[in-house]
C-alpha cells in the first residue's frame, strides 16, 4: 500500500519562514499545506512535459513516463535501471523503430504489454514482470542483485519458492511447464 504522505525536514532562514507565516494565514492553511500548493503550482509551470503528464499513481509507470516523455530529467538510478533493463531484455523487448500500435494489435500483444519509445530505441516493456520486481530493480541495477537471482525471485513470486537451489530459471520453467502439460492443461 503506497503511503500517503512522507514528512520532510526543512529549514528556513527568518525571513523565508516569516512569508510561509503570511501565506498561511492568508489561506487558512497549515503550512505543510501552503509548501504543498506552491510545488504543485510551481511543477505545473515549469516542467514540460507537464507533471500530469508524468504522474502515475504507481512508481514503475512513473519510471516508464520519465524514459518516454522526460528522459533529461532522470537521475543516475534511473539511468542505471533503464540501461540495465534493456540489457537483460526480458523486461524490455526490443523492437523495430516502426512497430506500432496497429503492430500490437496485429501481433495480439495483450494488456500487460507497454510499448515505449525512448532515445534508446522502442521497446515492448512487460508490465507485469516490471511491477511484481519493482522493489528489486534498484539493486540489479546497481549490481547488488545477479540477472539470475532477479530471474529466481520473480519466479518464486509467481509459482512458490520450491526452486531447488541448484536449479537454473530455465531448467526450473522447463519442469514446470511439464509438470502442467501432465495435469492435461
Known amino acids: ?3 500517503k504522505s512522507e514528512s520532510v525536514g526543512m529549514r ?6 516569516y512569508a510561509l ?3 498561511s494565514r492568508k489561506r487558512h492553511r497549515s503550512y505543510a499545506g501552503v509548501v504543498t500548493d506552491l510545488i504543485t503550482v510551481a511543477a505545473s509551470n515549469e516542467l514540460s512535459p507537464s507533471f500530469e503528464e508524468l504522474w502515475a499513481p504507481d512508481a514503475p ?3 516508464l513516463n520519465l524514459i518516454e516523455k522526460a528522459p533529461a530529467l532522470m537521475d543516475h538510478d534511473d539511468e542505471m535501471a533503464f540501461l540495465k533493463l534493456v540489457l537483460h531484455g526480458e523486461m524490455f523487448h526490443p523492437v523495430p523503430e516502426s512497430y506500432g500500435p496497429d503492430d500490437m494489435e496485429r501481433d ?3 494488456p500487460s504489454m507497454r510499448l515505449i519509445d525512448s532515445p534508446k530505441g522502442k521497446f ?3 508490465l507485469y514482470k516490471l511491477l511484481e520486481c519493482w522493489d528489486l530493480i534498484s539493486d540489479f541495477a546497481s549490481g547488488k542483485l545477479t540477472l539470475a537471482e532477479l530471474d529466481r525471485a520473480y519466479v ?3 509459482f512458490g519458492t520450491d526452486v531447488p537451489q541448484s ?7 522447463l519442469r514446470l511447464k511439464k509438470r502442467w502439460d501432465a495435469r492435461g492443461s
Open 1 to 3: 500500500m503506497a503511503k
Open 12 to 17: 528556513f532562514d527568518e525571513r523565508t519562514r
Open 21 to 23: 507565516e503570511l501565506l
Open 61 to 63: 509507470s512513473r519510471f
Open 108 to 110: 495480439e500483444i495483450g
Open 124 to 126: 515492448l516493456v512487460d
Open 156 to 158: 518464486e513470486r509467481l
Open 167 to 173: 536449479e537454473t530459471f530455465d531448467e526450473y520453467v
